[in-house]
Each structure stands twice: as structure tokens, then as C-alpha cells.
């Protein structure tokens, strides 16, 4: 059966928050507070991914505001 990392993103203008949870076991596998730049999120995942030694789906969500 494969893993599945669950990521959330809080967007802001000038930077994100990302956590990212074992989808199994509820485990948080890294936080982050970086700018906003898609090279900076694409950095977290393949790091948290790296914590797995077998295949894991990735599924990430981001908090969308009024706008």
C-alpha cells in the first residue's frame, strides 16, 4: 500500500507556511516558513518525500481567503 503526505499552505503575499502530515499516522513530517516562491515549495516536498523509502503520493492543499 502507498504512503500519502498530506501538505498544507497558508498563503501570504511575501511568504508561505507548510506542514506536512503522515497520511497513516497523523505524524507531522516537517514545517516551513519560506517566501513565496513555487522553487521553495518544490524544495519541501521532495525533502519530506525523501523520509520515505517506499513510493508516497503527495496531496497538497492551500488555505484560500475571501479574495
Same mark, same amino acid.
Given at each position: 500500500?502507498? /504512503?500519502?503526505?498530506?501538505?498544507?499552505? @497558508?498563503? #501570504?503575499?511575501? /511568504?508561505?507556511?507548510?506542514?506536512?502530515? @503522515?497520511? #497513516?499516522?497523523?505524524?507531522?513530517?516537517?514545517?516551513?516558513?519560506?517566501?513565496s516562491d513555487a522553487k521553495n515549495v518544490l524544495k519541501f516536498v521532495n525533502r519530506v518525500q525523501e523520509q520515505f523509502e517506499e513510493e508516497a503520493f503527495v496531496k497538497v492543499g492551500y488555505e484560500a481567503g475571501c479574495l
Amino acid at each position: 500500500m502507498s /504512503s500519502i503526505i498530506f501538505i498544507g499552505m @497558508d498563503v #501570504h503575499k511575501n /511568504s508561505f507556511n507548510l506542514c506536512a502530515l @503522515d497520511g #497513516h499516522t497523523g505524524e507531522i513530517l516537517g514545517e516551513t516558513q519560506c517566501s513565496s516562491d513555487a522553487k521553495n515549495v518544490l524544495k519541501f516536498v521532495n525533502r519530506v518525500q525523501e523520509q520515505f523509502e517506499e513510493e508516497a503520493f503527495v496531496k497538497v492543499g492551500y488555505e484560500a481567503g475571501c479574495l
